[in-house]
């Protein structure tokens, strides 16, 4: 396990690191699934080529923060090379604390330096708030998904 970019360790002083997709399915069930008797987890897209996962893990190891990015083209007009955020997640024992900014954080560096120009995902419309501090804007209509009130939000990434 590699850990990336110090820049981007959260005021807890726990670095990000990159994980595998099987890591963040706990937090993924824990956190976005709970509302639901049985949930998948494991996302096709989290196996295709390019797709990553990174996360913070405390000093024990236990996950705290997870997010997975693939590349998907964006809903709407936007045709420019994209990546899908997905199973964003921090355990709400943590939530407050900077780990999903860290995670956001070294993600958007990462996908700069490989060219990417959008970062998109079908957000939470009570989480809208946190996306627009990480300079994600709404877009289109709200949307049920699995229950829960979503919108779609972009984040350009061309400087």
Do not use: K
């Amino acid at each position: 396990m590699v850990t990336r970019g110090t820049d981007h360790t959260p005021a807890s002083g726990h670095a990000v690191v990159e994980l595998t997709a099987a890591e963040t399915h706990d937090l993924r069930r824990r956190v976005l699934r709970n509302h639901l008797p049985t949930a998948e987890v494991d996302y096709p897209d989290d196996h295709r080529p390019g797709s990553f996962h990174l996360g913070v893990r405390d000093d024990g190891g236990a996950v705290l923060a997870v997010a997975s990015f693939s590349r998907e083209a964006a809903p709407g007009d936007h045709e420019v090379l994209s990546v899908r955020l997905r199973g964003m997640a921090v355990d709400p024992a943590h939530q407050g604390e900077g780990l999903g900014r860290a995670v956001l954080d070294e993600a958007m560096a990462r996908l700069r330096a490989e060219g990417i120009e959008l970062c998109w995902a079908n957000a939470r419309t009570r989480s809208l708030g946190f996306y627009r501090a990480q300079g994600f804007q709404p877009e289109g209509d709200e949307f049920d998904s699995l229950g829960i009130p979503h919108r779609v939000v972009v984040r350009p990434l061309r400087p």
